[in-house]
């Protein structure tokens, strides 16, 4: 029974780990690689669906009176985008192609908008699902306009125009996003028995987000092990995720207290779309800078299965 509940106590944590000696395994003993190179590209490709099925069980759960605009939304758009042009200055001031690659791994961990996971952990965590949402759906707004804007600055070379981030930004929110919530919609309209039966699963969608984790960890592991950057370099790329995790996380909970939504608030603003910002990185920036969003997502991660242990304990969060 200690064992079922230690995991439970710390899902997220085992997905990073179970995540990253499963990619080890599978990519360094021979006998194994074939089956890694054949299972890898299957298991990236069901990233959507999972977190299309994680949103449509929460969105089930939301109350829609809770989906309207309130001041601290803005707020943190306003602060995320702060951040990331002081990012961008910083990145122009640069004299070392090394100084250079540490600024642009600052710059994509600021400008990275939230992830789609962050509704899941809100709802394990007491916030409110249907706040987070509509700050999701600003976030992916205000992304069309300021990743065309900031990255040809950060990289002269840089060819994003912005009717490639708006496609781009459009197709993963109607993917991830506007489709769940219209299915939500529909079945808690239509399919009222099922919905209820859905709900007596209280950990579904943070056990489906969990086996995510473990293929974006090791996405992120592949990256981190393939780039060839000196010790202190790597331990740099690992040290700046960390404070600008901690640093967004805590910015964002200041702001939401003040606005009575600390929990919302401090994901929004804390919790990354990692995924997109590696994606981004390579496509447009310097690949090794691709370490920082990699590394970002076991500390945002590490944070919130503190947090979710914390609350489950105490019944509350202390931060």
């Given at each position: 029974?200690?064992?079922?509940r230690?995991?439970?106590?710390?899902?997220?944590l085992?997905?990073?780990?179970?995540g990253?000696?499963?990619?080890?395994?599978?990519?360094?003993i021979?006998?194994l690689e074939?089956?890694?190179?054949?299972?890898?590209p299957?298991l990236?490709?069901?990233?959507?669906?999972?977190?299309?099925?994680m949103?449509?069980?929460?969105?089930?759960?939301?109350?829609?009176?809770?989906?309207r605009?309130?001041?601290?939304?803005?707020?943190?758009q306003a602060?995320?985008?702060?951040?990331?042009?002081?990012?961008?200055?910083?990145?122009?001031?640069?004299?070392?192609v090394?100084?250079?690659i540490?600024?642009?791994?600052i710059f994509?961990?600021?400008i990275?908008?939230?992830a789609?996971?962050?509704?899941v952990?809100?709802?394990?965590?007491g916030?409110?699902?249907?706040?987070?949402?509509v700050?999701?759906?600003?976030?992916?707004?205000?992304?069309v306009?300021i990743?065309?804007?900031?990255?040809?600055?950060?990289?002269?070379?840089?060819n994003?125009t912005f009717?490639m981030?708006f496609?781009?930004?459009?197709?993963?929110?109607?993917?991830?996003?506007?489709?769940?919530?219209?299915?939500?919609?529909?079945?808690?309209?239509?399919?009222?028995?099922?919905?209820e039966?859905?709900k007596?699963?209280h950990?579904?969608?943070?056990?489906?987000?969990?086996?995510?984790?473990?293929?974006?960890?090791?996405?992120?592991?592949?990256?981190?092990?393939?780039?060839p950057v000196?010790?202190?370099?790597?331990?740099?790329?690992?040290?700046?995720?960390?404070?600008?995790?901690?640093?967004?996380?805590?910015?964002?909970?200041?702001?939401g207290?003040?606005?009575?939504d600390s929990?919302?608030?401090?994901?929004?603003?804390?919790?990354?779309?990692?995924v997109?910002?590696i994606?981004?990185?390579?496509?447009?920036?310097?690949?090794y800078?691709a370490?920082?969003?990699?590394i970002?997502?076991?500390?945002?991660?590490?944070i919130?299965?503190?947090?979710i242990w914390?609350k489950?304990k105490y019944?509350?969060?202390?931060?």
């Amino acid at each position: 029974m200690k064992i079922i509940r230690l995991l439970k106590d710390w899902t997220l944590l085992w997905a990073l780990v179970v995540g990253g000696i499963v990619y080890l395994l599978f990519s360094r003993i021979g006998v194994l690689e074939p089956v890694g190179d054949a299972v890898g590209p299957f298991l990236v490709d069901l990233l959507p669906i999972n977190i299309f099925l994680m949103l449509y069980i929460t969105f089930c759960k939301m109350n829609f009176h809770d989906m309207r605009p309130r001041k601290w939304h803005f707020i943190l758009q306003a602060i995320r985008t702060a951040l990331a042009g002081l990012a961008v200055i910083a990145c122009n001031l640069c004299t070392t192609v090394d100084m250079k690659i540490l600024c642009e791994g600052i710059f994509i961990s600021c400008i990275c908008p939230t992830a789609a996971a962050a509704p899941v952990i809100v709802e394990k965590l007491g916030g409110s699902i249907g706040s987070l949402t509509v700050y999701l759906l600003i976030a992916n707004a205000v992304t069309v306009i300021i990743i065309p804007t900031f990255f040809p600055l950060v990289e002269k070379g840089a060819n994003v125009t912005f009717m490639m981030a708006f496609l781009m930004v459009l197709k993963r929110v109607l993917e991830v996003m506007i489709l769940p919530l219209v299915c939500a919609v529909f079945s808690r309209r239509w399919l009222k028995g099922f919905v209820e039966w859905l709900k007596q699963f209280h950990n579904l969608s943070l056990y489906i987000w969990s086996f995510n984790l473990t293929i974006i960890m090791g996405l992120a592991l592949k990256q981190i092990l393939s780039v060839p950057v000196s010790g202190f370099m790597l331990f740099m790329l690992a040290l700046i995720p960390l404070v600008l995790c901690v640093l967004q996380f805590t910015i964002g909970k200041i702001v939401g207290h003040h606005y009575g939504d600390s929990i919302g608030a401090g994901q929004a603003l804390g919790q990354k779309n990692t995924v997109v910002g590696i994606w981004l990185t390579l496509s447009f920036l310097n690949p090794y800078a691709a370490i920082c969003p990699c590394i970002y997502v076991v500390w945002q991660n590490l944070i919130n299965a503190v947090q979710i242990w914390y609350k489950g304990k105490y019944g509350y969060l202390k931060w």
